[in-house]
């Protein structure tokens, strides 16, 4: 089982659409949450961080569950510019620097 | 900031040729991390550095695979001899122990 799981999508929705992004993470001992945007053929960039208690950056809401060691990521009033993929990562503890990055969600959004 | 660079950008060579990746982190960043990107595997951490030591190269898929980081703005990671399932985007990301990472613009590597 891997790590971090993600659908890898991809999702279709038109521009003005709501869409929501989940991912799940198998160690408990987990303490940071990211969600992280890569456009084609370039490198991931961080989207935003996701706190315990939810946090929200325009348009974009981030959760994260503890107990069920479920992330999700919604997107409201989708943009083309929106078209990308979205990488769910995990840090591995406390105490250490390594991310494990999810392999992705990828998003279309058509006019 | 300039950001993460790594050079080259892209990479052809032929199989059994040693290849050279390198990475100049962001000024002030203490970890250094090479990553590996295929279509099959995702994202795959290979190592990383702290304070230009390795911690971790437990990625690192077998003895063809090095890395070095002589000092903290410059590190090279070493492919030899190359083999066309080496091809991949490498990425070069560096922290500064904030918990979020800033990836280089990737060297795209094929192997022929």
Redesign the interface.
């Known amino acids: 089982r891997k790590e971090v799981e993600q659908d890898p999508g991809p999702f279709n929705v038109p521009e003005g659409a709501t869409v929501a992004f989940n991912c799940t993470y198998s160690n408990s001992a987990s303490q ?1 949450f ?1 969600w992280y945007r890569q456009d084609c053929r ?5 989207l935003m ?1 996701v706190y315990s208690s939810g946090n929200e950056d325009g348009r974009f809401t981030a959760q994260l569950n503890r107990a069920s060691q479920y992330i999700s990521l919604l997107i409201r009033d989708s943009k083309l510019s929106d078209s990308a993929t979205y ?1 769910c990562v995990v ?1 591995r503890s406390y105490n250490t ?8 969600t990828r998003l279309q959004v058509f006019p | 900031d300039a950001g993460v660079i790594q050079s080259p950008r892209h990479e052809v060579t032929e199989m059994g040729q040693e290849v050279t990746l390198r990475c100049k982190p962001i000024s002030g960043h203490n970890s250094l991390f090479w990553y590996r990107q295929t279509m099959m595997r995702g994202l795959e951490l290979l190592i990383y550095f702290n304070n230009n030591v390795p911690i971790d190269d437990s990625g690192m898929p077998e003895d063809r695979f090095s890395a070095k980081m002589p000092n903290a703005s410059f590190s090279t990671l070493k492919i030899q001899p190359s083999e066309p399932r080496d091809s991949a985007v490498y990425f070069c990301a560096s922290s500064a122990g904030t918990g979020t990472q800033d990836f280089g613009s990737g060297t795209r590597l094929t192997v022929v």
């Open positions: 940071s990211f370039k490198e991931p960039k961080l961080s990488l840090d620097d390594k991310l494990i990055f999810g392999t992705g």
